[in-house]
């Protein structure tokens, strides 16, 4: 009888199994019982052997790409620190580019036709202003004076020769005004 127990059981086990084939009924019992025993059986399947050689190249596979990873991350730091500046900088500019877009506006719009218009405008009402106070001013000197005989030729014909002047560049700009009214004047943008 002992000779049987020996003796190699087929199972499905077995069949599954073609490695335990050879193990007896004792052994296969063994095997449930003993947990070293079943380790020292488990590990010597090739199906366990091929699972653990699949782990530990997953494992090696893994640990070359964390080196590689490791190896990038300074890089990777340096680069985004860059392009963290570099977007800074954009920023920076971008908000420079609407400060001297907005100078652009204010400079160009001294050159804009009714700017111009408005300012020739004011610089005639100035001017016929100015004409008037120096006749004003001509006049109250000479009534001030009773003696009016004081007034030389001279100074009537500086006088005359200045209230001229004044009043010449008065109605050129006056003139100006009226032609730009009309449409006489055209602006070029060179």
Known sequence: MEHHANVPVQTRLTAEFPELAHLSREDLEDLLTDPQYFQAIFHTLPQVKLLYQGQADLGSANESIAKNNLALQ??????????QEAFDRAKHLEARWKEVEKRQREVYQRFDPQFLLMRLRH???????????????????????ADATNLSNKDIDDFVREFRELRKVYHKRVM???RWQ??????RDD
């Open 176 to 178: 100006w005004g009226d």
């Open 123 to 145: 610089a005639t009402t100035a001017q016929d202003d100015l004409s008037e106070a120096r006749a004003n001013a001509f006049v109250q000197g000479s009534v001030a004076d």
């Open 74 to 83: 300074d890089p990777l730091y340096r680069l985004r620190s860059e392009t």
């Open 182 to 187: 009309a449409g006489e004047v055209a602006w």
